[in-house]
């Protein structure tokens, strides 16, 4: 239930906070004097669009905070789902900025607008008079007898099962596309990998192809110049291991008579060795050279190749390649596989779509089964409510398609007098018909819901006298399961609660200010006097209030 409610900088309202209570409570005041905004504010916590032009001040934000006991509700499965903090005095906040951003938190966790509208959705129902268009509509009309007969666990299981089916239909359309697409490419995708996989491509080939090739390139060259070296070294007339040979044989007969060169005698001798050595290693070297044409040409078509694939497929090196390759390669396997996943995928919907049937089947006999009872309950309440004639219908068919809702279509049907036949209900019906006809519907599935509150905002449009007397006794009445809130112009209706909040404007010297009070008895008295004779108080209104609120407890 809705235990309080506090309003911050919303439109005319600057500070505002009222309790609530159990039962049956009403809430009465002037044309204007603001009822509809504090509904206004309200229906942000239902997580509704919010924007800057319901801040009073644009200095500061706007802020609408609910507080609601929910112990009794089951709702902690929810609040887990969520990833919330469950409380049995949970605190649900709206803040809206100056730019119209607005941030939503549930027990001081920020939380997203449709988790909001999730959760709030389960905690209070606002009933406002536009709300009676959706007698109208097929999928309340499905709602109102499932939630009568008890359907909502088999239509929360025909639900999940249903998308999960649609979801796989969903799945082989993309994979029936998928493969028809391949398909086409085949021929190709074929050519490409045998391209790659003739190649024999191997990592690091390039690299030493093209070391190869420049080596090739240069053989001769490279021939030379090691020519021309041994020449210098060994060769010539005046070569340089012979020049070494005479300069180590001085330097041997001068450590003779001086030894202290013997040191230069050593390294020169070293020099000669090293000289010789190397000499060696280049005629080595010079005889291995071989020029190669037929392996130069060898070399140069197989980095043509290399370079044309890398060209066509958009790489960089072979690695890339053997990667092009290897993701062609899975793409015709998958090709390949496409007629047996698709097979297999066939098989699952076939099983799926039996069992969506078989829960549509089922509730489609559950749903008319309760319809007698349904119309039955429906039309003694109209009575009730001053429509002695009414002829409530539901028709309930199959369609050929099934949907989201099962394989029923349902019309509601509706008429007041006897000669009338029946027809669609807006249609047919008078404002006051429709608010008389969606508060019986409301009462007869109350009994059937976890929802703690419900708020009807002036759902007695188009009623007066003993009727709206009727309205108020079935409100009471639903105030035994729940806690209703009632926002009228009736004092019927108003000496029906056990608690009477009147809306006000208070006139400042700058501005205009809504505020809500909870009545004392004596308030309560003066307050349906005016609504009986107006602003002028009679005596007479004044007993006729007091009259009211002696049956204040009693019911239909």
């Known amino acids: 239930m809705l235990k309080s409610l506090s309003i911050i900088n919303y439109a005319i309202i600057n500070e505002l906070e009222i309790d609530f209570h159990k039962g049956f409570s009403t809430i009465t005041g002037e044309t204007g004097a603001g009822k509809s905004i504090i509904l206004g504010a309200l229906s942000l916590i ?196 012979n020049k070494l040979k005479f300069v180590l044989s001085t330097l041997d007969n001068v450590k003779k008579i001086y030894p202290n060169i013997t040191e230069l005698a050593n390294r020169t001798q070293q020099i000669y060795i090293e000289t010789k050595d190397i000499n060696a290693d280049i005629e080595s070297i010079f005889n291995k050279i071989d020029v190669n044409p037929e392996r130069l040409e060898k070399v140069n078509e197989r980095l043509n190749t290399i370079y044309s694939l890398q060209k066509k497929f958009q790489c960089n090196s072979i690695v890339e390649l053997i990667s092009t390759k290897e993701s062609i390669e899975k793409e015709l396997m998958q090709i390949a596989s496409f007629d047996n996943e698709i097979e297999k995928l066939n098989i699952e919907i076939a099983l799926q779509e039996k069992e969506v049937n078989a829960l549509a089947k089922q509730l489609n006999k559950r749903r008319k089964a309760g319809i007698p009872e349904i119309k039955s309950k429906i039309e003694d309440m109209c009575r009730l409510l001053g429509m002695p004639d009414i002829t409530f219908e539901i028709n309930l068919t199959q369609s050929e398609k099934i949907t989201e809702s099962g394989v029923d279509k349902i019309q509601f049907l509706f008429s007041a007098n006897k000669k009338i036949q029946v027809q669609e209900i807006t249609k047919i019906a008078s404002g006051g018909e429709l608010s008389r006809l969606m508060l019986s519907i409301k009462h007869l599935i109350s009994s059937k819901t976890y929802l703690p509150t419900i708020i009807f905002d002036e759902i007695d449009n188009g009623i007066s006298g003993n009727i709206a007397d009727k309205m108020g006794s079935i409100m009471q009445h639903m105030a035994s399961q729940m806690q209703v809130i009632s926002i009228t112009h009736l004092p019927q209706i108003a000496a029906k609660g056990e608690f009477h909040y009147i809306v ?53």
């Not at 499965?77 to 919330?84: E, H, V, Y």
Request: proline share 1%; with cysteine.
């Open 46 to 241: 239902l997580g509704n669009r919010a924007d800057n032009a319901h801040i009073k001040n644009q200095d500061k934000k706007c802020v609408i905070e609910a507080v609601f006991n929910i112990k009794e509700y089951k709702l902690e499965n929810l609040f887990q789902l969520n990833d919330l903090d469950y409380s049995e005095n949970t605190i649900i906040r709206r803040e809206i900025n100056s730019q119209g951003k607005s941030r939503a938190f549930i027990n001081d966790t920020p939380i997203s607008l449709q988790a909001l509208k999730e959760i709030s959705s389960k905690l209070i129902d606002i009933h406002s008079q536009h709300e009676n268009l959706l007698l109208n509509d097929e999928g309340f009309q499905l709602n109102v007898v499932d939630v009568f007969n008890d359907n909502i666990p088999l239509c929360s299981d025909f639900s999940i099962r249903y998308k999960k089916f649609k979801t796989a239909q969903k799945t082989l359309q993309v994979l029936e596309e998928k493969a028809n697409d391949s398909k086409t490419q085949l021929d190709f995708l074929q050519f490409q990998f045998e391209q790659l996989n003739d190649a024999k491509l191997a990592p690091g080939e390039q690299e030493e192809l093209e070391q190869e090739f420049q080596f090739l390139t240069h053989a001769v060259d490279i021939k030379s110049d090691l020519n021309n070296a041994v020449l210098a070294l060994s060769e010539e007339e005046h070569n340089a291991i």
């Open 504 to 556: 006000y404007k208070q006139n400042s010297t700058k501005t205009v200010e809504t505020d809500i009070k909870l009545l004392s008895e004596n308030e309560r008295i003066i307050e349906i006097a005016k609504m009986l004779s107006g602003e002028k108080l009679t005596n007479a209104a004044i007993s006729n209030a007091k009259e009211l609120l002696k049956h204040l407890h009693r019911q239909f």
